[in-house]
């Protein structure tokens, strides 16, 4: 980075660190824009001891959970605790952005400062999003929030990646969604801390409920087993037991660390930032010197894509090259 740029970060970084929102949206912006400068911003606030607690809500389109959070932001702020609320949403095919950014269920917060919600756009694309989302939980949780909460569009494998980076998942469904087995086919019965039937007060709640219940029995029992909560968020009802049940997990969690659980989980984020970082610097290397060659011979069909790779780690000059540091304007 040159002086100026990097003056900019620092200046940005100093008005996060004094509780700017500003700054904090703008760092978020540039997890989202894929800027240089974000490895280096990672760098300086990653805390491994951060004591947010980052609660994951998953589950069906339309099973409620912005109401659902909604419901929960407001009972936590009861508790004057400080609240981020990220919500990956589809991208609007026209535009890129968020469509549900405007977040309407959710507008009472806005003017709340002890509230912060933001929308991430996939914009078309799986393959950074949950690098992306771990990264903007790192800048809320050096923002010293309280609580995270990181809402998906649906149960897919993207979704699965994301909930990975929660500390307590909730996986919510409606009595209309299906049985209760479509949520196991959807591979949520085994990520799932809490789950939750809302719009409780439809016909097939109870039925849910019990295959849930019945589910959650048949699982391997790891000390913790889930429960199966029935809420009507529309009418306020039920979530209190939920802020209960995230009160009570998390104390778990607390008191039932695993040591070779924690030295697996930091392994497996070195390699994803590890890697993450190398496709970054990968891209940006790619439009001159011999990483670009390579690479307009495989896009014209003349190198075979597994050899052009080879040949490139097998180049330690070209690979030098590939992987040199690179910045970029803040």
């Known amino acids: 980075m040159s002086d100026a740029s990097t003056n900019r970060l620092e200046q940005l ?52 959970k912005s109401t659902l959070i909604d419901r929960l932001v407001n009972r936590l702020r009861a508790r004057k605790q400080q609240v981020a609320v990220l919500a990956i949403d589809p991208s609007s095919p026209f535009s890129g952005g968020a469509v549900l950014g405007d977040r309407v269920r959710m507008g009472d917060h806005y003017a709340d400062p002890g509230v912060y919600i933001r929308s991430l756009s996939t914009r078309g694309s799986h393959g950074g999003l949950s690098r992306a989302a771990r990264q903007i939980v790192i800048l809320l949780e050096a923002f010293k929030f309280d609580v995270i909460i990181v809402e998906t569009a649906g149960v897919g494998q993207t979704e699965l990646d994301i909930m990975d980076l929660a500390h307590t998942t909730v996986v919510v469904t409606v009595p209309e969604g299906g049985d209760g087995i479509q949520i196991m ?94 496709e970054e610097r990968t891209r940006n290397a790619m439009s001159n010197g011999r990483a670009h060659e390579i690479m307009e011979s495989v896009s014209a069909g003349k190198l075979n894509p597994y050899a052009a790779a080879r040949m490139l780690l097998d180049d330690p000059s070209a690979l030098g090259a590939l992987l040199s540091k690179s910045g970029g304007d803040c």
């Open 13 to 64: 970084l100093g008005r996060f660190a004094a509780g700017d929102r500003l700054a904090l949206a703008r760092l978020i912006t540039l997890v989202e824009n894929r800027h240089p400068s974000v490895a280096r911003v990672m760098e300086r606030l990653y805390n491994p001891a951060a004591q947010a607690h980052v609660v994951g809500v998953t589950g069906p389109p339309g099973a409620g």
């Open 185 to 278: 086919k959807a591979g949520l019965n085994e990520i799932a801390d809490i789950f939750v039937v809302n719009k409780a007060d439809r016909d097939g709640a109870d039925r849910v409920k019990a295959e849930l219940e019945l589910n959650v029995h048949l699982r391997a029992d790891n000390g913790w087993r889930p429960p199966v909560l029935l809420t009507q968020a529309a009418n306020d009802r039920g979530v209190e037991a939920l802020v209960a049940q995230l009160d009570k997990h998390r104390e778990y969690l607390r008191e039932h660390t695993d040591p070779q659980a924690q030295r697996q989980h930091r392994a497996h984020e070195f390699i994803e930032i590890l890697t993450g970082q190398i």
